[in-house]
């Protein structure tokens, strides 16, 4: 037992501080349900086993935020009653708390596991999503090319009009023509229509 003097109680009603203190506070929470500063070993053993990550694998991302913090909340109370038992030095209660904070930080640990495994998961799908994107995009594009070969193929073959086509082959086909095909008068033109080029001088009369 520690040698510092107990603190005596207040009998005298009038005497004692008339402070009104929240039943709902948050400060309640780093001391234990009957709100003393030590839990007796026979309650502080009574807790279940650890979380295993099998069982965390099916919690939605809310459950595991609440638990998560319910941890917290367990681990801040045995932190509190460890520096009480130092302090104090009743003789008892330490191989509880700890087994006890051995469980929860086991659960801790197990929600860390689970976490890990969905961000690699969403790393992954993420990384499929991209690549089908692209195999999506680079199909469209060779439909495109596809589809531009196969009308120019059927413009080619004459099935398809195709206006700038049908000008190419008109210049192909007078290009062929000969100068004399291009220049000569019909035959029953009379002579002297036949020199209407205004650049070309009359002959002279004979």
Known sequence: MSREPLPQPVLDPARRTQVKVDE?????????????????PEV?????????????RHKSFED???????????????????????RVKPGYGEYEGDERDKAVRRTQRA????LTERWYAYEEAQKIDEEAQKLARETRK?????????SMRESERGNVYNPDASAVERSEVDANETPSQLQRPPLDMPPMQQQSDPLRAPSAAM
């Open 111 to 114: 929600i860390k596991h689970a």
């Open 142 to 150: 060779v439909a495109r090319e596809d589809r531009k070969l196969a």
């Open 44 to 56: 502080e053993a009574a807790h279940g086993r650890p979380w295993s990550v099998e069982e965390l």
């Open 64 to 86: 595991l935020h609440c638990l998560w913090w319910t941890c917290v909340k367990e681990r801040n109370r045995l932190a509190t009653e460890k520096y009480e038992r130092e």
């Open 24 to 40: 709902n506070h948050g400060l309640w929470a780093f001391f234990n349900k009957a709100k003393k500063f030590l839990t007796t």
